[in-house]
């Protein structure tokens, strides 16, 4: 499998470091994350990332219009949302904004695994 370098955007601590110990053990790199939707479009463009773990509701900028902004900048960006919010509203959102996957919280790393795998084999990988 892939190894990706992922950049896992979410505004609490908790999520992020429980996100960082699953993407490692799957053998993946995190190689940065953020805390907003500003901070996320920046690290993006700085780093050279092959999956983003996005939150939604984040302070400045949620993780739809992040997305959004992303996917402006680089098409063949894969956002992969990550959110607690079981509102279809808010997944229809993220998917139209151009995420490729989500995970609702809580999340396991099986979830996770299948939802990486999935993405792959959707681009051929």
Avoid: C, W
């Amino acid at each position: 499998m892939k190894k990706l370098k992922i950049l896992v955007v979410d505004d609490s601590s908790i999520i992020n470091k429980k996100l960082i110990q699953i993407y490692e053990s799957l053998g993946h790199k995190v190689v940065d994350t953020a805390k907003t939707g500003e901070e996320a479009i920046e690290k993006y463009d700085s780093n050279k990332i092959d999956l983003v773990s996005m939150d939604i509701t984040m302070p400045d900028m949620d993780g739809i219009e992040a997305t959004k902004k992303i996917l402006d900048k680089n098409p063949e960006a894969l956002v992969m949302v990550v959110t607690s919010h079981g509102q279809e509203q808010m997944i229809v959102s993220a998917i139209e904004a151009g995420a490729v996957g989500y995970i609702l919280k809580p999340f396991n790393k099986e979830r996770i695994s299948a939802m990486i795998d999935k993405i792959l084999g959707n681009i051929g990988d």
